[in-house]
């Protein structure tokens, strides 16, 4: 059993900045990896970013340079930082694990919205 709660997600302006943070609980030692992956209505939900146990992170090309993923090993966190936001950086991000036992991998969803 895991569980993952998203939280930070908002309204802001092209240009402006927002810390996405995603908690697991549960059986969190069996998480291998976290990330976020986000999703418009009507397209594919797509790999924003992820982040290893050990600290090892890829990321999508569209967001390299802006976004960085960190994770707390202790408190089973994710968190996403996103500066210098885009109209098209808008959709739903979603919380995503990999375990060594059979989980749920998805969070809720928490929205973002960047206005042009």
């Known amino acids: 059993q895991v569980q993952l709660v998203e939280s930070g997600g908002g309204l802001v302006q092209a240009g402006g900045s927002l810390r996405l943070s995603c908690a697991a609980s549960?059986?969190?030692?069996?998480?291998?990896?976290m990330g976020w992956y986000r999703q418009v209505p009507g397209k594919q939900r797509e790999l924003v970013a992820i982040?290893?146990?050990?600290?090892?992170?890829n990321y999508a090309d569209s967001v390299k340079g802006r976004f960085t993923i960190s994770r707390d090993n202790a408190e089973n966190t994710v968190s996403l930082q996103m500066n210098s936001l885009k109209p098209e950086d808008t959709g739903v991000y979603y919380c995503?694990?990999?375990?060594?036992?059979?989980?749920?991998?998805w969070g809720q969803g928490t929205l973002v919205t960047v206005s042009s």
């Open positions: 995503h694990v990999r375990a060594t036992i059979p989980v749920d991998p």
């Open positions: 549960g059986a969190i030692s069996s998480i291998n990896v």
């Open positions: 982040i290893t146990r050990g600290g090892s992170t």
